[in-house]
């Protein structure tokens, strides 16, 4: 549930041979780029900026599924001509390649190193919602803190950094909790010298414990 695999961004060859077949759209941070439900059938290929996706319900819970940043695109699923399974929303200001399905399934028919790159993504995604789906069923909560802030996080020394400023509502909608679950756990890591905040960005200064 971290921003997905390096693998997934497309390579510039294909970058550059899709180019002409879209256009370019601007976007404002928090603006939704696909709502649940469309009918829309669009790929997007973001080029700068971040978004979250996410799957919500009716009383306005959100479960954050996947982060995509520069180079990475969504919106595939919608080959299939059904309706879009997750909303996307932009974390920050952003600009994206947008490529209409009639373009998109002409493309795949043409670069089929494309449709070998589209394949190989799809793989990794049911394997990271698979791997979601055993920690929200097998683990509680602490357990899943720990698997997202790993996910999120990057080695520095001894030390690991989180790659981007999150809030403690981000790391809930991750891990299918509440906020202030996640408040209560952080002040005691906090307390105990495992994490700190440091530039406003989370720090795991050591390794944390297997069980709270």
């Not at 780029?33 to 700068?48: F, H, P, Q, R």
């Not at 493309?107 to 995604?125: N, S, W």
Request: a neutral charge; aromatic letters at 6%; hydrophobic letters at 40%.
């Amino acid at each position: 549930m971290n921003s997905a695999d390096a693998n997934d961004r497309l390579p510039q060859p294909l970058l550059d041979a899709i180019a002409p077949h879209g256009s370019t759209r601007s976007f404002a941070a928090h603006a939704i780029l696909i709502n649940e439900g469309d009918a829309t059938d669009s790929l997007y290929i973001l080029l700068s900026g971040r978004v979250k996706v996410y799957a919500s319900s009716e009383d306005g819970r959100e479960v954050v599924l996947a982060e995509y940043g520069p180079g990475e695109y969504f919106g595939e699923l919608s080959i299939d001509g059904e309706k879009r399974s997750a909303s996307i929303k932009a974390l920050t200001a952003c600009s994206c390649r947008v490529v209409q399905g009639s373009e998109l399934r002409q493309f795949l028919a043409e670069h089929p190193d494309f449709a070998v790159h589209l394949t190989r993504k799809l793989i990794r995604m049911v394997r990271r919602l698979t791997e979601q789906v055993r920690s929200i069923a097998l683990q509680d909560v602490y357990g899943r803190m720990v698997r997202v802030l790993i996910e999120l996080s990057a080695p520095a020394g001894e030390e690991r950094v989180l790659r981007h400023k999150v809030t403690q509502q981000d790391i809930a909608d991750r891990i299918g909790s509440s906020r202030e679950m996640v408040n209560r756990v952080m002040k005691e890591l906090t307390a105990g010298g495992y994490v700190t905040q440091r530039d406003g960005r989370l720090v795991i200064l050591r390794k944390l414990p297997a069980a709270w």
